[in-house]
């Protein structure tokens, strides 16, 4: 069964940096490209990062461009987001969150439960 | 960026009636669409892809449809397990990934 448990999440105050991690189970995680997601209070889900399966490459959105920076350890199959310069707008839960390839569609078929980040003061 | 907007905001059905949902790109996505379901307290959950095929199971009753710039989500026979909010999204041209605002389907 397909696992992934993020965790790191916690109150945080503007401007300050916090490290997520996600790990990952049943599966062969180095083969897969990875994201992370998020969900603020009372909003939809907004795509926040990925990253290809060897790491090479990574993209972000432009609300966390040169702030966040999504990394992974394929040999702890573990995915990670380094959150710096943190604002208040970045209060939301943050989901782990698999990408598969279907024969040409690009589809999140696997998250993890979530883990929240506060910022505040 | 392709923006997403799903309508409407908020959906009320009957048990065993039909919901659709509505999902417009603001240009051309052909069926590079994937639909999820989000229901409180759980992760989301891949419903469809490829605009209309049906990820892992995914009861039939979960339909996908449509083209271009114009989406549509049925849920044939509405059950209580179906209460959720609903989000479309796009993947023909990234980055970013986009979502849409999402559907809340309730029962009436």
């Known amino acids: 069964e397909v696992q992934l448990v993020e965790s790191g999440g916690t109150v945080v105050q503007p401007g300050g940096s916090l490290r997520l991690s996600c790990a990952a189970s049943?599966?062969?995680?180095?083969?897969?490209?990875m994201n992370w997601v998020r969900q603020a209070p009372g909003k939809g889900l907004e795509w926040v990062a990925y990253?290809?399966?060897?790491?090479?490459?990574?993209f972000y959105a432009d609300s966390v461009q040169g702030r966040f920076t999504i990394s992974r350890d394929n040999a702890k199959k573990s995915l990670f987001l380094q959150m710096n310069s943190l604002r208040a707008d970045d209060t939301a839960v943050y989901y782990c969150?698999?990408?598969?390839?279907?024969?040409?569609?690009?589809?999140?078929?696997?998250w993890g439960q979530g883990t929240l980040v506060t910022v505040s003061s | 960026e392709i923006v997403m907007t799903q309508s409407p905001g908020t959906l009320s059905v009957s048990p065993g009636e039909r919901a659709t949902l509505s999902c417009r790109a603001s240009?051309?996505?052909?069926?590079?669409l994937a639909w999820y379901q989000h229901k409180f307290g759980q992760a989301p959950r891949l419903l469809i892809y490829?605009?209309?095929t049906r990820a892992t199971g995914i009861p039939d009753r979960f339909s996908g449809s449509g083209s271009g710039t114009e989406f549509t989500l049925t849920i044939s026979s509405l059950q209580s397990e179906d209460v959720a909010v609903y989000y479309c999204?796009?993947?023909?041209?990234?980055?970013?990934?986009?979502f849409g605002g999402g559907t809340k389907v309730e029962i009436k």
């Open positions: 969150v698999r990408g598969e390839w279907f024969s040409g569609d690009y589809a999140f078929d696997s």
């Open positions: 049943g599966f062969t995680f180095s083969i897969f490209h």
């Open positions: 990253i290809t399966d060897g790491g090479g490459t990574t």
């Open positions: 240009q051309s996505v052909s069926t590079n």
């Open positions: 490829g605009a209309a």
């Open positions: 999204q796009q993947y023909a041209n990234w980055p970013p990934l986009t």
